[in-house]
C-alpha cells in the first residue's frame, strides 16, 4: 500500500494542524493505520493507532486528550487532528500502515510508510 501524508506546516504553540494519510494499492479498510513521529537524532515513535474500523483507538501518553485520530474508509484516507501543539510535537511525522501491531502501550510499526510531513511549533 502507498501512503501520501499532507498537511503539515508551521503553527504556533497552542495552535491546531490536521494532517491527512491518503492510501492507494491496498484495501484500506483492512489496514490498522497508524502515525509515527521522528525528530533528527532519535528513534520513530507512536503517536497514534486506529483498528480497521475506527472502533478503537490508541495513543501515546504525551499526546492523549490533544490528539485524535480518525479515518475515513469511503475515502481511503486516515486523519491526525493536532490541538494544543506544544514545541516540543515538532517533528516528521509519518503514517504507518500494512502490519502495525498495537498491544498494550507498544506499537510494532508495519511495512509501509509514506514519506513524511514536516510538523513545526513554534513558541
Known amino acids: 500500500v502507498q501512503l501520501v501524508e499532507s498537511g503539515g506546516g508551521l503553527v504556533q504553540a497552542g495552535g491546531s494542524l490536521r494532517l491527512s494519510c491518503a492510501a492507494s494499492g491496498g484495501t484500506f479498510r483492512d489496514y490498522v493505520m497508524g502515525w509515527f513521529r521522528q525528530v533528527p537524532g532519535k528513534e520513530r515513535e507512536f503517536v497514534a493507532g486506529?483498528?480497521?474500523?475506527?472502533?478503537?483507538?490508541r495513543y501515546a501518553d504525551s499526546v492523549k486528550g490533544r490528539f485524535t485520530i480518525s479515518r475515513d474508509n469511503a475515502k481511503d484516507t486516515v486523519y491526525l487532528q493536532m490541538n494544543s501543539l506544544k514545541p516540543e510535537d515538532t517533528a516528521v511525522y509519518y503514517c504507518?500502515?500494512?502490519?502495525?501491531?498495537?498491544?498494550?502501550?507498544?506499537?510494532?510499526?508495519?511495512?509501509?510508510w509514506g514519506q513524511g510531513t514536516q510538523v513545526t511549533v513554534s513558541s
Open positions: 486506529i483498528s480497521r474500523s475506527g472502533g478503537t483507538t
Open positions: 504507518n500502515a500494512d502490519g502495525l501491531s498495537i498491544v498494550g502501550g507498544k506499537a510494532d510499526p508495519g511495512e509501509s
